[in-house]
Protein backbone atom coordinates (compact mmCIF):
# COMPACT_ATOMS: atom_id res chain seq x y z
CA UNK A 1 0.00 0.00 0.00
CA UNK A 2 1.41 3.72 -0.83
CA UNK A 3 -0.07 6.88 -0.21
CA UNK A 4 -1.46 7.26 -3.62
CA UNK A 5 -3.75 3.98 -4.08
CA UNK A 6 -5.84 3.52 -1.12
CA UNK A 7 -7.55 0.81 -0.02
CA UNK A 8 -10.20 0.14 -2.29
CA UNK A 9 -12.93 -0.37 0.21
CA UNK A 10 -13.73 2.89 1.92
CA UNK A 11 -15.11 2.99 5.37
CA UNK A 12 -17.41 5.42 4.86
CA UNK A 13 -18.45 6.80 1.52
CA UNK A 14 -20.97 9.17 0.06
CA UNK A 15 -22.60 8.90 -3.50
CA UNK A 16 -24.52 11.68 -4.96
CA UNK A 17 -25.81 13.27 -1.25
CA UNK A 18 -28.39 16.06 -2.09
CA UNK A 19 -29.82 18.43 0.88
CA UNK A 20 -32.03 21.07 -0.10
CA UNK A 21 -33.47 24.39 2.01
CA UNK A 22 -36.05 25.69 0.16
CA UNK A 23 -34.23 27.23 -2.84
CA UNK A 24 -31.00 26.83 -1.28
CA UNK A 25 -29.13 23.91 -2.46
CA UNK A 26 -26.50 23.05 0.37
CA UNK A 27 -25.49 19.41 -1.30
CA UNK A 28 -25.62 19.12 -4.82
CA UNK A 29 -24.45 15.96 -5.95
CA UNK A 30 -21.89 15.38 -3.07
CA UNK A 31 -19.48 12.56 -3.29
CA UNK A 32 -17.13 11.83 -0.16
CA UNK A 33 -14.97 8.49 0.55
CA UNK A 34 -13.15 7.96 3.97
CA UNK A 35 -10.63 4.56 3.74
CA UNK A 36 -9.37 2.54 6.61
CA UNK A 37 -7.09 4.19 8.92
CA UNK A 38 -6.58 7.93 7.29
CA UNK A 39 -7.14 11.40 8.60
CA UNK A 40 -9.59 12.90 5.82
CA UNK A 41 -9.43 16.59 6.51
CA UNK A 42 -12.22 18.01 4.75
CA UNK A 43 -12.24 21.54 3.79
CA UNK A 44 -13.98 24.63 2.03
CA UNK A 45 -15.04 28.27 2.05
CA UNK A 46 -17.87 29.26 4.55
CA UNK A 47 -21.54 28.06 2.67
CA UNK A 48 -19.23 25.84 0.88
CA UNK A 49 -21.89 22.88 2.16
CA UNK A 50 -18.93 21.22 4.65
CA UNK A 51 -21.79 21.43 7.68
CA UNK A 52 -24.43 19.97 5.61
CA UNK A 53 -22.39 17.18 4.25
CA UNK A 54 -20.95 16.38 7.84
CA UNK A 55 -24.58 16.59 9.79
CA UNK A 56 -25.83 13.99 7.15
CA UNK A 57 -22.90 11.75 7.92
CA UNK A 58 -23.57 11.70 12.20
CA UNK A 59 -27.03 11.66 11.25
CA UNK A 60 -28.04 15.19 12.26
CA UNK A 61 -30.13 16.07 9.04
CA UNK A 62 -31.55 13.75 6.42
CA UNK A 63 -31.02 13.56 2.92
CA UNK A 64 -33.20 14.29 0.14
CA UNK A 65 -31.39 11.91 -2.33
CA UNK A 66 -28.25 9.80 -2.55
CA UNK A 67 -26.92 7.05 -0.61
CA UNK A 68 -24.73 6.80 2.26
CA UNK A 69 -22.82 3.29 2.63
CA UNK A 70 -20.58 2.29 5.63
CA UNK A 71 -18.36 -0.42 4.84
CA UNK A 72 -20.23 -1.41 1.71
CA UNK A 73 -23.43 -1.35 2.72
CA UNK A 74 -26.52 0.83 2.25
CA UNK A 75 -27.54 3.45 5.71
CA UNK A 76 -30.12 5.56 6.99
CA UNK A 77 -29.52 7.82 9.12
CA UNK A 78 -32.63 9.20 10.73
CA UNK A 79 -30.92 10.74 14.04
CA UNK A 80 -27.34 10.96 15.57
CA UNK A 81 -28.57 8.08 17.74
CA UNK A 82 -28.73 6.08 14.49
CA UNK A 83 -25.16 7.18 13.20
CA UNK A 84 -23.81 6.53 16.97
CA UNK A 85 -25.34 2.30 16.60
CA UNK A 86 -23.61 2.17 13.83
CA UNK A 87 -20.34 2.70 14.95
CA UNK A 88 -19.73 6.58 13.68
CA UNK A 89 -19.22 8.96 16.75
CA UNK A 90 -18.66 12.81 15.90
CA UNK A 91 -17.39 15.64 17.97
CA UNK A 92 -19.00 18.42 17.80
CA UNK A 93 -18.12 21.96 17.46
CA UNK A 94 -20.02 22.90 20.44
CA UNK A 95 -18.54 19.92 22.08
CA UNK A 96 -22.36 18.31 23.21
CA UNK A 97 -21.36 18.36 26.52
CA UNK A 98 -23.90 18.85 29.49
CA UNK A 99 -21.76 21.56 31.40
CA UNK A 100 -23.38 20.94 35.12
CA UNK A 101 -23.00 16.88 34.92
CA UNK A 102 -20.11 14.97 35.56
CA UNK A 103 -17.51 13.63 33.20
CA UNK A 104 -18.40 10.11 34.03
CA UNK A 105 -22.20 11.17 33.11
CA UNK A 106 -21.24 13.22 30.04
CA UNK A 107 -18.98 10.16 28.81
CA UNK A 108 -22.31 7.92 29.06
CA UNK A 109 -25.04 10.18 28.47
CA UNK A 110 -27.58 8.44 26.48
CA UNK A 111 -26.01 4.97 26.55
CA UNK A 112 -25.36 4.01 30.61
CA UNK A 113 -24.74 1.09 31.90
CA UNK A 114 -27.40 -0.77 34.22
CA UNK A 115 -26.36 -2.51 37.01
CA UNK A 116 -26.84 -5.97 36.26
CA UNK A 117 -29.89 -8.44 38.54
CA UNK A 118 -33.06 -7.00 40.29
CA UNK A 119 -32.03 -3.53 40.96
CA UNK A 120 -30.85 -2.76 36.99
CA UNK A 121 -33.76 -4.69 35.46
CA UNK A 122 -36.63 -3.54 37.21
CA UNK A 123 -35.25 -0.51 39.32
CA UNK A 124 -33.28 0.38 35.87
CA UNK A 125 -30.91 1.31 38.49
CA UNK A 126 -27.53 2.74 37.15
CA UNK A 127 -23.90 1.31 37.34
CA UNK A 128 -22.39 4.29 38.69
CA UNK A 129 -19.32 3.23 39.96
CA UNK A 130 -19.00 0.91 36.65
CA UNK A 131 -19.18 3.96 34.20
CA UNK A 132 -16.76 6.01 36.45
CA UNK A 133 -14.18 3.47 36.39
CA UNK A 134 -15.16 3.03 32.52
CA UNK A 135 -14.62 6.94 31.97
CA UNK A 136 -10.87 6.77 34.14
CA UNK A 137 -9.91 3.96 32.01
CA UNK A 138 -10.77 5.75 28.43
CA UNK A 139 -8.90 9.09 29.85
CA UNK A 140 -6.25 7.44 30.66
CA UNK A 141 -5.80 5.49 27.71
CA UNK A 142 -5.08 9.04 26.14
CA UNK A 143 -2.99 9.91 27.81
CA UNK A 144 -5.86 12.89 29.76
CA UNK A 145 -5.90 11.21 33.57
CA UNK A 146 -4.30 12.75 35.78
CA UNK A 147 -7.67 13.97 36.88
CA UNK A 148 -8.40 13.97 40.21
CA UNK A 149 -11.91 13.65 40.03
CA UNK A 150 -14.07 12.23 37.71
CA UNK A 151 -17.12 13.17 39.28
CA UNK A 152 -15.99 16.64 38.54
CA UNK A 153 -18.70 19.05 36.22
CA UNK A 154 -17.66 19.75 32.86
CA UNK A 155 -17.88 23.69 33.43
CA UNK A 156 -15.10 23.55 36.02
CA UNK A 157 -12.60 22.00 33.71
CA UNK A 158 -10.79 24.85 30.72
CA UNK A 159 -11.49 24.57 27.25
CA UNK A 160 -8.88 21.82 26.27
CA UNK A 161 -9.76 19.52 29.10
CA UNK A 162 -13.23 20.08 27.89
CA UNK A 163 -12.35 18.84 23.74
CA UNK A 164 -10.40 16.15 25.62
CA UNK A 165 -13.55 14.68 27.40
CA UNK A 166 -15.45 14.94 23.95
CA UNK A 167 -12.73 13.30 22.27
CA UNK A 168 -12.26 10.37 24.36
CA UNK A 169 -15.77 10.32 24.28
CA UNK A 170 -15.90 9.68 20.70
CA UNK A 171 -13.18 7.78 20.56
CA UNK A 172 -14.18 5.27 23.12
CA UNK A 173 -17.72 4.37 21.69
CA UNK A 174 -16.78 5.32 17.83
CA UNK A 175 -16.10 1.40 16.49
CA UNK A 176 -16.44 2.69 12.97
CA UNK A 177 -15.47 6.46 12.55
CA UNK A 178 -15.01 9.59 14.43
CA UNK A 179 -16.22 12.74 13.17
CA UNK A 180 -14.48 15.93 14.16
CA UNK A 181 -16.17 19.37 13.67
CA UNK A 182 -13.25 22.31 14.05
CA UNK A 183 -11.95 20.93 17.33
CA UNK A 184 -9.30 22.98 17.88
CA UNK A 185 -11.20 26.54 16.51
CA UNK A 186 -11.69 27.49 19.98
CA UNK A 187 -8.22 26.63 21.68
CA UNK A 188 -5.57 28.33 22.29
CA UNK A 189 -1.89 27.24 20.71
CA UNK A 190 -0.64 24.99 23.25
CA UNK A 191 -4.46 23.58 23.89
CA UNK A 192 -4.29 22.85 19.90
CA UNK A 193 -1.38 21.20 20.21
CA UNK A 194 -2.53 18.55 22.56
CA UNK A 195 -5.84 18.44 20.84
CA UNK A 196 -4.10 17.47 17.44
CA UNK A 197 -1.71 15.10 19.61
CA UNK A 198 -4.92 13.39 20.62
CA UNK A 199 -6.47 13.14 16.73
CA UNK A 200 -3.07 11.61 15.94
CA UNK A 201 -3.97 8.93 19.07
CA UNK A 202 -6.95 8.02 18.10
CA UNK A 203 -5.56 7.66 14.26
CA UNK A 204 -2.54 5.29 15.37
CA UNK A 205 -5.40 2.80 16.90
CA UNK A 206 -6.20 2.09 13.71
CA UNK A 207 -9.57 4.46 13.92
CA UNK A 208 -10.48 6.73 10.61
CA UNK A 209 -11.24 10.31 11.72
CA UNK A 210 -13.09 12.83 9.41
CA UNK A 211 -11.72 16.54 10.56
CA UNK A 212 -13.43 19.54 9.30
CA UNK A 213 -11.12 22.37 9.64
CA UNK A 214 -10.23 25.58 9.04
CA UNK A 215 -7.07 26.03 10.59
CA UNK A 216 -4.64 24.94 7.17
CA UNK A 217 -1.51 24.37 9.29
CA UNK A 218 -3.66 22.07 11.45
CA UNK A 219 -4.52 20.48 8.57
CA UNK A 220 -1.79 20.05 6.46
CA UNK A 221 0.35 18.58 9.59
CA UNK A 222 -2.57 15.93 10.30
CA UNK A 223 -4.26 14.76 7.36
CA UNK A 224 -3.50 12.13 5.71
CA UNK A 225 -5.96 13.18 2.46
CA UNK A 226 -7.81 16.38 2.15
CA UNK A 227 -11.49 16.14 0.91
CA UNK A 228 -12.16 20.13 -0.70
CA UNK A 229 -15.66 20.75 -0.70
CA UNK A 230 -16.75 23.59 -3.42
CA UNK A 231 -20.23 25.01 -4.09
CA UNK A 232 -21.88 21.83 -2.39
CA UNK A 233 -20.09 19.03 -3.93
CA UNK A 234 -16.32 17.52 -3.86
CA UNK A 235 -14.06 19.37 -5.86
CA UNK A 236 -11.23 17.44 -5.41
CA UNK A 237 -9.52 14.89 -2.70
CA UNK A 238 -5.60 16.03 -2.80
CA UNK A 239 -2.18 14.99 -0.60
CA UNK A 240 -1.05 17.34 1.47
CA UNK A 241 2.48 17.01 0.24
CA UNK A 242 1.74 17.71 -3.57
CA UNK A 243 0.22 20.45 -2.57
CA UNK A 244 0.57 23.90 -0.50
CA UNK A 245 -1.10 25.47 1.82
CA UNK A 246 -2.34 28.45 -0.82
CA UNK A 247 -2.91 26.39 -3.32
CA UNK A 248 -5.35 24.59 -1.46
CA UNK A 249 -7.18 27.80 -0.14
CA UNK A 250 -6.98 28.77 -4.33
CA UNK A 251 -8.43 25.40 -5.18
CA UNK A 252 -11.16 26.14 -2.33
CA UNK A 253 -12.20 29.67 -3.25
CA UNK A 254 -12.40 29.09 -7.05
CA UNK A 255 -9.17 30.93 -7.77
CA UNK A 256 -7.33 27.84 -9.31
CA UNK A 257 -8.75 25.62 -11.70
CA UNK A 258 -9.09 22.01 -9.60
CA UNK A 259 -5.93 19.26 -10.48
CA UNK A 260 -7.11 16.18 -12.72
CA UNK A 261 -6.24 14.03 -10.38
CA UNK A 262 -9.80 15.25 -8.58
CA UNK A 263 -11.91 11.65 -8.87
CA UNK A 264 -10.01 9.16 -7.23
CA UNK A 265 -7.39 9.87 -5.55
CA UNK B 1 -1.80 5.32 3.94
CA UNK B 2 0.03 3.24 6.69
CA UNK B 3 2.25 5.34 8.66
CA UNK B 4 5.47 4.15 7.47
CA UNK B 5 4.84 6.05 4.69
CA UNK B 6 4.07 8.78 6.17
CA UNK B 7 7.00 11.66 6.63
CA UNK B 8 6.56 12.24 10.22
CA UNK B 9 4.98 16.26 10.25
CA UNK B 10 7.01 18.68 11.78
CA UNK B 11 5.27 21.15 14.79
CA UNK B 12 4.26 24.18 12.62
CA UNK B 13 6.76 26.95 12.69
CA UNK B 14 5.11 29.42 14.80
CA UNK B 15 4.70 26.59 17.61
CA UNK B 16 8.47 25.95 18.04
CA UNK B 17 8.78 28.06 21.45
CA UNK B 18 6.44 26.02 22.37
CA UNK B 19 9.33 23.15 23.74
CA UNK B 20 10.01 24.82 26.91
CA UNK B 21 6.25 25.76 27.85
CA UNK B 22 4.32 24.02 30.35
CA UNK B 23 2.88 21.54 28.99
CA UNK B 24 -0.06 20.88 31.78
CA UNK B 25 -2.91 22.61 29.78
CA UNK B 26 -4.73 19.82 29.36
CA UNK B 27 -3.88 18.23 32.05
CA UNK B 28 -6.18 18.01 35.43
CA UNK B 29 -4.58 19.17 38.25
CA UNK B 30 -5.67 20.50 41.43
CA UNK B 31 -4.83 24.52 42.05
CA UNK B 32 -4.47 26.69 45.10
CA UNK B 33 -8.37 28.27 45.26
CA UNK B 34 -8.96 31.15 48.00
CA UNK B 35 -11.14 30.31 50.52
CA UNK B 36 -14.19 32.52 49.01
CA UNK B 37 -13.92 29.90 45.79
CA UNK B 38 -13.23 27.25 47.60
CA UNK B 39 -16.50 28.10 49.24
CA UNK B 40 -18.12 27.83 45.72
CA UNK B 41 -16.69 25.15 44.77
CA UNK B 42 -18.25 23.15 47.57
CA UNK B 43 -21.36 24.59 47.08
CA UNK B 44 -21.39 24.56 43.17
CA UNK B 45 -20.94 20.28 44.14
CA UNK B 46 -23.58 20.69 47.01
CA UNK B 47 -26.31 22.63 46.22
CA UNK B 48 -28.61 21.90 49.19
CA UNK B 49 -25.78 23.26 51.39
CA UNK B 50 -26.86 26.33 52.13
CA UNK B 51 -30.84 25.63 52.63
CA UNK B 52 -29.73 22.82 55.18
CA UNK B 53 -27.73 25.20 56.95
CA UNK B 54 -30.23 28.01 56.96
CA UNK B 55 -32.75 25.25 58.10
CA UNK B 56 -30.68 24.56 61.00
CA UNK B 57 -30.39 27.94 61.79
CA UNK B 58 -33.60 28.81 61.76
CA UNK B 59 -34.48 25.47 63.75
CA UNK B 60 -31.83 27.07 66.47
CA UNK B 61 -33.03 30.90 66.10
CA UNK B 62 -36.70 30.32 66.75
CA UNK B 63 -36.30 27.44 69.35
CA UNK B 64 -34.25 30.07 71.16
CA UNK B 65 -36.70 32.43 71.13
CA UNK B 66 -40.01 30.90 70.96
CA UNK B 67 -38.77 28.50 73.73
CA UNK B 68 -39.01 24.53 74.49
CA UNK B 69 -42.62 24.72 72.99
CA UNK B 70 -40.89 25.03 69.57
CA UNK B 71 -39.24 21.71 70.15
CA UNK B 72 -41.98 19.80 71.28
CA UNK B 73 -42.32 16.76 69.42
CA UNK B 74 -45.53 18.04 68.26
CA UNK B 75 -44.94 21.40 67.20
CA UNK B 76 -42.19 19.86 64.91
CA UNK B 77 -44.63 16.84 63.60
CA UNK B 78 -47.14 19.53 63.05
CA UNK B 79 -44.67 22.00 61.04
CA UNK B 80 -43.87 18.59 58.70
CA UNK B 81 -47.69 18.22 58.57
CA UNK B 82 -48.24 21.70 57.76
CA UNK B 83 -45.68 22.02 54.44
CA UNK B 84 -47.10 18.42 53.30
CA UNK B 85 -49.06 19.66 50.22
CA UNK B 86 -46.78 22.23 49.71
CA UNK B 87 -43.97 19.82 49.95
CA UNK B 88 -45.47 17.44 46.96
CA UNK B 89 -46.28 20.05 44.94
CA UNK B 90 -43.17 21.42 44.75
CA UNK B 91 -41.21 17.82 44.28
CA UNK B 92 -43.64 17.93 40.60
CA UNK B 93 -42.47 21.26 40.20
CA UNK B 94 -39.02 21.00 40.93
CA UNK B 95 -39.09 17.78 37.99
CA UNK B 96 -40.25 20.56 35.48
CA UNK B 97 -37.36 23.44 36.91
CA UNK B 98 -35.11 20.99 36.20
CA UNK B 99 -35.49 20.70 32.49
CA UNK B 100 -35.39 24.32 32.74
CA UNK B 101 -39.07 24.73 32.47
CA UNK B 102 -41.49 25.86 35.14
CA UNK B 103 -45.38 25.13 35.72
CA UNK B 104 -47.29 27.28 36.78
CA UNK B 105 -50.52 25.53 36.94
CA UNK B 106 -49.28 22.34 39.14
CA UNK B 107 -51.96 24.00 42.12
CA UNK B 108 -54.76 23.86 39.50
CA UNK B 109 -53.64 20.33 38.75
CA UNK B 110 -53.51 19.29 42.20
CA UNK B 111 -57.22 21.35 43.07
CA UNK B 112 -59.01 19.89 39.98
CA UNK B 113 -58.06 16.26 40.59
CA UNK B 114 -59.20 16.64 43.97
CA UNK B 115 -62.51 17.40 42.75
CA UNK B 116 -62.80 15.16 40.45
CA UNK B 117 -61.82 12.08 42.87
CA UNK B 118 -64.94 13.63 45.16
CA UNK B 119 -67.42 14.15 42.35
CA UNK B 120 -66.49 10.64 40.86
CA UNK B 121 -66.79 9.23 44.44
CA UNK B 122 -69.81 11.25 46.33
CA UNK B 123 -72.04 12.59 43.76
CA UNK B 124 -71.39 10.08 40.65
CA UNK B 125 -70.90 6.79 42.96
CA UNK B 126 -68.00 5.52 41.34
CA UNK B 127 -66.15 3.10 43.91
CA UNK B 128 -63.43 5.28 45.69
CA UNK B 129 -60.54 3.30 44.52
CA UNK B 130 -61.94 3.58 40.79
CA UNK B 131 -61.92 7.86 41.31
CA UNK B 132 -58.73 7.69 42.59
CA UNK B 133 -57.47 6.07 39.56
CA UNK B 134 -59.25 8.27 37.29
CA UNK B 135 -57.86 10.94 39.10
CA UNK B 136 -54.46 10.11 38.48
CA UNK B 137 -54.80 9.50 34.95
CA UNK B 138 -56.37 12.95 34.92
CA UNK B 139 -52.91 14.18 36.18
CA UNK B 140 -51.40 12.66 33.70
CA UNK B 141 -53.33 14.38 30.86
CA UNK B 142 -53.38 17.72 32.61
CA UNK B 143 -50.00 17.46 32.48
CA UNK B 144 -49.20 15.46 29.16
CA UNK B 145 -51.13 18.48 28.00
CA UNK B 146 -48.79 20.70 29.12
CA UNK B 147 -45.80 18.66 27.68
CA UNK B 148 -47.32 18.53 24.10
CA UNK B 149 -47.69 22.02 24.15
CA UNK B 150 -44.47 22.53 25.62
CA UNK B 151 -42.30 20.06 23.23
CA UNK B 152 -44.65 19.85 19.58
CA UNK B 153 -46.14 23.12 19.22
CA UNK B 154 -43.11 24.78 20.88
CA UNK B 155 -44.81 27.04 23.39
CA UNK B 156 -42.34 28.52 26.22
CA UNK B 157 -43.63 26.80 29.57
CA UNK B 158 -44.01 29.71 31.05
CA UNK B 159 -47.29 30.95 29.05
CA UNK B 160 -48.32 27.32 28.51
CA UNK B 161 -48.99 26.66 32.00
CA UNK B 162 -50.30 30.22 32.64
CA UNK B 163 -52.82 29.25 30.29
CA UNK B 164 -53.52 25.72 31.93
CA UNK B 165 -53.63 27.35 35.15
CA UNK B 166 -56.88 29.38 34.16
CA UNK B 167 -58.16 26.38 32.39
CA UNK B 168 -57.81 23.96 34.94
CA UNK B 169 -59.28 26.30 37.29
CA UNK B 170 -62.24 26.93 35.29
CA UNK B 171 -63.17 23.45 34.88
CA UNK B 172 -62.64 23.03 38.46
CA UNK B 173 -65.38 25.60 39.78
CA UNK B 174 -67.17 24.51 36.26
CA UNK B 175 -67.12 20.73 37.99
CA UNK B 176 -67.51 21.36 41.68
CA UNK B 177 -70.18 23.86 41.15
CA UNK B 178 -67.54 25.46 43.33
CA UNK B 179 -68.94 23.97 46.29
CA UNK B 180 -67.16 22.27 48.37
CA UNK B 181 -67.55 18.42 49.55
CA UNK B 182 -68.26 18.42 53.16
CA UNK B 183 -65.99 16.03 55.69
CA UNK B 184 -69.42 14.41 57.12
CA UNK B 185 -70.60 13.37 53.87
CA UNK B 186 -66.92 11.96 52.57
CA UNK B 187 -66.84 9.95 56.08
CA UNK B 188 -70.58 8.66 55.22
CA UNK B 189 -69.61 7.54 51.53
CA UNK B 190 -65.62 8.02 50.45
CA UNK B 191 -63.46 8.15 53.69
CA UNK B 192 -60.95 6.62 51.55
CA UNK B 193 -60.39 10.27 49.90
CA UNK B 194 -59.45 11.36 53.34
CA UNK B 195 -56.85 8.44 54.33
CA UNK B 196 -53.88 11.29 54.33
CA UNK B 197 -55.17 13.46 56.93
CA UNK B 198 -55.15 9.82 59.34
CA UNK B 199 -52.25 10.15 61.96
CA UNK B 200 -50.01 8.04 63.82
CA UNK B 201 -49.18 9.32 67.10
CA UNK B 202 -45.85 8.42 68.65
CA UNK B 203 -45.11 10.17 71.94
CA UNK B 204 -46.31 13.47 71.68
CA UNK B 205 -45.83 13.36 67.56
CA UNK B 206 -48.79 13.32 65.61
CA UNK B 207 -47.88 12.36 61.88
CA UNK B 208 -50.60 12.47 59.35
CA UNK B 209 -49.78 9.87 56.36
CA UNK B 210 -49.53 12.84 54.17
CA UNK B 211 -46.42 13.88 55.87
CA UNK B 212 -45.18 10.36 55.33
CA UNK B 213 -46.31 9.85 51.65
CA UNK B 214 -44.78 13.70 50.90
CA UNK B 215 -41.36 11.71 52.08
CA UNK B 216 -42.10 8.82 49.68
CA UNK B 217 -42.03 10.63 47.22
CA UNK B 218 -39.00 12.53 47.63
CA UNK B 219 -37.34 9.60 48.38
CA UNK B 220 -38.82 7.88 45.00
CA UNK B 221 -37.89 10.61 43.27
CA UNK B 222 -34.68 11.01 44.73
CA UNK B 223 -33.60 7.40 43.92
CA UNK B 224 -35.06 8.08 39.63
CA UNK B 225 -33.21 11.65 39.18
CA UNK B 226 -29.78 9.91 40.70
CA UNK B 227 -30.04 6.39 39.59
CA UNK B 228 -31.61 5.90 36.57
CA UNK B 229 -30.97 6.92 33.53
CA UNK B 230 -34.19 8.94 32.83
CA UNK B 231 -32.53 10.93 35.22
CA UNK B 232 -29.41 11.90 34.25
CA UNK B 233 -31.72 12.67 30.62
CA UNK B 234 -33.70 15.22 33.05
CA UNK B 235 -30.82 17.31 34.29
CA UNK B 236 -28.73 17.32 30.91
CA UNK B 237 -31.89 18.48 29.12
CA UNK B 238 -32.28 21.16 31.74
CA UNK B 239 -28.29 21.88 31.31
CA UNK B 240 -28.48 22.39 27.51
CA UNK B 241 -30.98 20.70 25.15
CA UNK B 242 -29.11 20.83 22.02
CA UNK B 243 -26.26 18.67 23.74
CA UNK B 244 -28.74 16.56 25.01
CA UNK B 245 -29.96 16.50 21.86
CA UNK B 246 -27.18 15.16 19.96
CA UNK B 247 -26.05 13.10 22.73
CA UNK B 248 -28.84 10.88 21.73
CA UNK B 249 -31.67 11.42 24.06
CA UNK B 250 -35.12 12.11 23.04
CA UNK B 251 -35.65 15.25 24.21
CA UNK B 252 -39.06 15.94 23.08
CA UNK B 253 -39.87 12.69 24.15
CA UNK B 254 -38.36 12.80 28.02
CA UNK B 255 -39.67 16.17 28.27
CA UNK B 256 -43.19 15.10 28.05
CA UNK B 257 -42.67 12.10 30.40
CA UNK B 258 -41.40 14.85 32.82
CA UNK B 259 -44.59 17.03 32.61
CA UNK B 260 -46.60 13.61 32.69
CA UNK B 261 -45.21 12.37 35.65
CA UNK B 262 -45.27 16.35 37.44
CA UNK B 263 -48.98 15.78 36.93
CA UNK B 264 -49.61 12.67 38.74
CA UNK B 265 -47.55 13.72 41.76
CA UNK B 266 -50.06 16.76 42.03
CA UNK B 267 -52.78 14.65 41.54
CA UNK B 268 -51.50 12.20 44.27
CA UNK B 269 -50.95 15.86 46.39
CA UNK B 270 -54.69 16.25 45.69
CA UNK B 271 -55.77 12.95 47.21
CA UNK B 272 -53.62 14.18 50.07
CA UNK B 273 -54.97 17.41 50.01
CA UNK B 274 -58.21 16.36 50.80
CA UNK B 275 -57.42 14.53 53.86
CA UNK B 276 -55.26 17.55 54.99
CA UNK B 277 -58.21 19.93 54.35
CA UNK B 278 -60.73 17.47 55.13
CA UNK B 279 -62.97 18.33 52.76
CA UNK B 280 -63.31 18.57 48.89
CA UNK B 281 -62.96 22.12 48.85
CA UNK B 282 -62.26 24.06 45.36
CA UNK B 283 -61.23 27.18 46.37
CA UNK B 284 -58.35 26.30 48.61
CA UNK B 285 -54.77 26.23 47.68
CA UNK B 286 -55.24 29.08 45.41
CA UNK B 287 -51.50 30.34 46.35
CA UNK B 288 -50.13 26.59 45.92
CA UNK B 289 -48.40 27.57 42.37
CA UNK B 290 -46.31 30.18 43.50
CA UNK B 291 -45.39 28.59 47.05
CA UNK B 292 -44.24 25.30 45.33
CA UNK B 293 -41.87 27.57 43.32
CA UNK B 294 -41.02 29.28 46.23
CA UNK B 295 -40.03 26.41 48.17
CA UNK B 296 -37.94 25.00 45.17
CA UNK B 297 -36.05 27.99 44.58
CA UNK B 298 -34.98 28.24 48.27
CA UNK B 299 -33.61 24.44 47.99
CA UNK B 300 -31.66 25.97 45.89
CA UNK B 301 -32.78 23.86 42.30
CA UNK B 302 -31.68 26.81 39.78
CA UNK B 303 -34.66 28.35 37.72
CA UNK B 304 -32.18 27.94 34.39
CA UNK B 305 -32.53 24.37 34.81
CA UNK B 306 -30.41 21.50 35.35
CA UNK B 307 -29.01 22.30 38.96
CA UNK B 308 -29.59 21.25 42.07
CA UNK B 309 -30.34 18.05 44.27
CA UNK B 310 -34.08 16.99 44.53
CA UNK B 311 -33.76 17.25 48.39
CA UNK B 312 -33.34 20.99 47.63
CA UNK B 313 -37.13 21.69 47.20
CA UNK B 314 -38.12 19.20 50.73
CA UNK B 315 -35.37 21.46 52.62
CA UNK B 316 -37.19 24.33 51.03
CA UNK B 317 -40.93 23.70 52.57
CA UNK B 318 -39.44 23.04 55.70
CA UNK B 319 -37.81 26.40 55.99
CA UNK B 320 -40.91 27.90 54.71
CA UNK B 321 -42.94 25.73 58.05
CA UNK B 322 -40.37 26.68 60.22
CA UNK B 323 -40.03 30.41 59.52
CA UNK B 324 -43.52 30.31 59.73
CA UNK B 325 -44.30 28.24 62.59
CA UNK B 326 -41.85 30.22 64.45
CA UNK B 327 -42.11 33.69 63.51
CA UNK B 328 -46.47 32.79 64.56
CA UNK B 329 -44.99 31.43 68.02
CA UNK B 330 -43.39 34.45 68.91
CA UNK B 331 -46.01 36.66 68.17
CA UNK B 332 -44.84 38.21 64.85
CA UNK B 333 -47.77 39.64 62.69
CA UNK B 334 -48.09 37.01 59.47
CA UNK B 335 -47.10 39.93 57.18
CA UNK B 336 -43.44 39.89 58.46
CA UNK B 337 -43.90 36.09 57.37
CA UNK B 338 -44.21 36.71 54.04
CA UNK B 339 -41.76 39.90 54.21
CA UNK B 340 -38.91 37.25 55.58
CA UNK B 341 -39.89 34.34 52.72
CA UNK B 342 -39.41 37.15 50.09
CA UNK B 343 -36.23 38.30 50.93
CA UNK B 344 -35.28 34.11 51.33
CA UNK B 345 -36.63 33.28 47.50
CA UNK B 346 -34.41 36.55 46.05
CA UNK B 347 -31.06 35.72 48.22
CA UNK B 348 -31.54 31.92 46.97
CA UNK B 349 -31.75 32.83 43.21
CA UNK B 350 -28.69 35.26 43.61
CA UNK B 351 -26.43 32.64 45.33
CA UNK B 352 -27.52 30.12 42.63
CA UNK B 353 -26.22 32.66 39.79
CA UNK B 354 -23.22 33.19 41.59
CA UNK B 355 -22.77 29.30 42.19
CA UNK B 356 -23.34 28.89 38.51
CA UNK B 357 -20.16 31.24 37.08
CA UNK B 358 -17.98 28.50 38.71
CA UNK B 359 -14.58 28.17 36.93
CA UNK B 360 -11.77 26.13 37.23
Keep these: MNTTSPAPQPVLSGRGLVKRYGRVTALDNADFDLYPGEILAVIGDNGAGKSSLIKALSGAISLDEGEIQLDGKPVHFSSPMDAR ?23 FMGREIRRPGFAGKFLKMLDH ?25 IETLSGGQRQGVAVARAA ?44 MPHVFEVADRIHIHRLGKRLCTIQPNDYTMSDAVAFMTGALEAPEIAAMA | MSDDTRTPRKQQ ?30 LHGHPTMIPVIVLILSIIIFGALAGPKFFSPFNLSLIVQQVSIIGILAAAQSLVILT ?9 IMVLMSVIMGQLAVTIGVPTPLAILIGFGGGALAGGMNGFLVTRIKLPPFIVTLGSWNIFFALNL ?14 EVAPLLKLFGETIAIGGARITYGSILMLAIFAVLWFILNHTAWGRHVYAIGDD ?15 ISVYVLAGVVCAIGGWASIGRVGSVSPQSFQEANLQSITAVVIGGISLFGGRGSIAGPLIGALI ?41
Design chain 1, 85 to 107: EAGIETVYQTLALSPALSIADNM
Design chain 1, 129 to 153: PAMQRIAREKLNDLGLMTIQNINQA
Design chain 1, 172 to 215: AFGSRVVIMDEPTAALGVKESRRVLELIQDVRSRGMPIVLISHN
Design chain 2, 13 to 42: EFEQGLGRSDKSVAAFTPHNRSFLQSTQHL
Design chain 2, 100 to 108: AGIDLSVGA
Design chain 2, 174 to 187: WLSNAQSIRSQTLD
Design chain 2, 241 to 255: KESAELSGIRTNRTL
Design chain 2, 320 to 360: VGVFNSGLRMVGVDVLWQLFAIGWLTIIAVAIDQWIRKVSS
